[in-house]
C-alpha cells in the first residue's frame, strides 16, 4: 500500500483510496484529489453524480441549488431524510454528502446559479449543470472554455436521460492498451507480425477534442452530409431540443400534475423544433411524450453513472472520454455515445 511519502497526503488517505489507486493508478488519483467541482442541482441525477464524484474523491464538491425539498425531492433524491421538506435542497444534502467522504471538502450554496457572477465559476476545474436552462449551459459552457474548465451537463425527464461534455478544444489522456511484443523468429510471414502479450500493458497518450455546446445543439441538418447520416442519428438528440425548449417556455420541467395540458404543449414544442430544424416531421412520434414526466430513479443511478465516471476520468486524464453526448433510454435499456458538433 502505498504510504504517505508517495501518496503526499496521509497512510489514512493513501488506505481509503486504495481501491482507486489500484484500478487506475496514483497519478490519475492525485490529480483527482486536487481538484475543485461544482455541481448545480440537487435533484435525482444531482444526488447520483454527487455521491459518486465524493466517493471518488476530488478534493472540494460545492453542491448549488436555491430549490426547496419537496415530495418528489424526497422520493427521487436519496440525500436529503424524509424530515428535511421545505428545506434548502443543497444545504439538506449536506450531511449525508459529507458523510460518505470525510476527506472531501464538501460545501452547500443556497444562491440560484443564475444570479453567480463569471468569476464565481472560475475557481473550479469542472463545473456539472442539471436542472438548468439551455441558455445558461450555454453561457457557462462558453464562460468555462475560455479557461479551460471542464464542463457537463445532464438531465433526466422520466424513463430518458441525457450527458453532454466539453472537455476543451484539446484534452490530453492516457489509455491502457495490452502490449504488443515483435517477432523474434523468421519463420514465415506470421512470425514478423506483432503479437499481443495478455499478461502485459503499456500506457498510450492520447488526445480528443470537443466543442462548444452551443455548436453541438446548432447542427446544420439541411447539408447532404447531415442528411445522409440522419439514419443512424439518435432520436434523443431531438427530443432533448424539444424538452429543453419546454423547460425554456416554461420555466420548469413537464409535471405530472399537469399531464393533460403539458402532453399537448409538447406535441406542439415538437412541430416547432422539428420545423426549425428543418427535419422529418415524423422523426420523433407521440409515444415519447407519456414517458418523459419526472425524475425516475433507475434512470437517475444509469445516467448519474455515467456522468459521475466521466468526470473522474476527465480530472484524472484516465481513459477515453465520451465525445460527447451520452443518451439514455430506459425504456429499451439501453444507452448510445454520439457526437454532434463540427468535425
Not at 445543439?217 to 425548449?245: I, N, Q, R, S
Request: aromatic share 8%; with cysteine; charged share 30%.
Amino acid at each position: 500500500m502505498p504510504g504517505k511519502e508517495t501518496f503526499g497526503e496521509s497512510e489514512e488517505e493513501a488506505a481509503q483510496y486504495d481501491r482507486q489507486i489500484r484500478l487506475w493508478g496514483l497519478d490519475a488519483q492525485k490529480r483527482l484529489r486536487g481538484s475543485r467541482v461544482l455541481l448545480a442541482g440537487l435533484g435525482g441525477l444531482g444526488a447520483e453524480v454527487a455521491k459518486n464524484l465524493i466517493l471518488a474523491g476530488v478534493k472540494g464538491l460545492t453542491l448549488l441549488d436555491h430549490e426547496k425539498v419537496s415530495e418528489e425531492s424526497c422520493r427521487a433524491q436519496f440525500l436529503v431524510p424524509v424530515t428535511a421538506r421545505g428545506q434548502n435542497r443543497a444545504q439538506a444534502s449536506l450531511e449525508r454528502g459529507q458523510n460518505l467522504n470525510p476527506m472531501v471538502k464538501v460545501l452547500a450554496d443556497q444562491d440560484r446559479v443564475e444570479d453567480k457572477p463569471d468569476d464565481f465559476f472560475l475557481q473550479f476545474d469542472a463545473v456539472c449543470l442539471t436542472g438548468c436552462s439551455r441558455d445558461l449551459m450555454v453561457r457557462v459552457d462558453q464562460l468555462c472554455s475560455k479557461h479551460n474548465i471542464k464542463v457537463f451537463c445532464g438531465d433526466v425527464y422520466g424513463y430518458y436521460g441525457y450527458m453532454f461534455c466539453n472537455l476543451g478544444k484539446e484534452h490530453n489522456y492516457v489509455e491502457e492498451k495490452p502490449k504488443l511484443v515483435k517477432p523474434t523468429g523468421n519463420d514465415g510471414p506470421e512470425a514478423k507480425k506483432a503479437k499481443v502479450d495478455p499478461n502485459e500493458t503499456t500506457m498510450v497518450k492520447k488526445t480528443a477534442s470537443f466543442c462548444p455546446l452551443k455548436e453541438a445543439l446548432e447542427v446544420d441538418w439541411t447539408t447532404e452530409k447531415a442528411k445522409a447520416g440522419m439514419k443512424k442519428t439518435p432520436v434523443d438528440y431531438f427530443m432533448l431540443h424539444v424538452l429543453l425548449k419546454f423547460r425554456t417556455d416554461k420555466g420548469r420541467d413537464p409535471d405530472p400534475q399537469s399531464y393533460p395540458e403539458d402532453s399537448r404543449l409538447l406535441r406542439q414544442i415538437r412541430d416547432d423544433v422539428l420545423e426549425a430544424l428543418e427535419v422529418s416531421a415524423d422523426l420523433l412520434n407521440d409515444d415519447f411524450i407519456s414517458y418523459c414526466f419526472s425524475e425516475m430513479s433507475p434512470v437517475c443511478a444509469v445516467v448519474g453513472g455515467v456522468l459521475g465516471q466521466e468526470v473522474v476520468k476527465a480530472l484524472s486524464q484516465r481513459d477515453p472520454p465520451h465525445r460527447n453526448f451520452f443518451f439514455f433510454d430506459g425504456r429499451k435499456g439501453n444507452g448510445v455515445v454520439d457526437y454532434f458538433g463540427p468535425n
